[in-house]
């Protein structure tokens, strides 16, 4: 028997892999990324997923911490200096991120 109320693919919109996933960062470009730097000879769609999923968590942090760094000081905008301090003052953040180099003095450059 066939259910009326169902609906079916042609009445369902369309909802991309980020949607479904539940994630902002887009998940295909995650995917097509991947595959296109040959990372390995297949790239499966919970890897597009997971790996959106990682990077927006980390990204939602490191915002969230430099969030706070800057409302400390009561500025209106976050700066690279708040991130900075925001990466510095977290344990985890600063363990994830002690293999690369950023360059803050830079950006403290061109405001001068």
Known sequence: MINRNKPTNKTMPKRSSSKRAGLILPVAKFGSLLRKRKFAAKV???AEIFLAGVIEYVTAE???AAGKEASAIKAKR???IHLERAVKADMDLRKLTSM???DFRES???RA
């Open 44 to 46: 499966s769609k919970t």
């Open 62 to 64: 490191i915002i969230g």
């Open 78 to 80: 976050i700066a690279p």
């Open 100 to 102: 690369t180099s950023i």
């Open 108 to 110: 403290r450059k061109r």
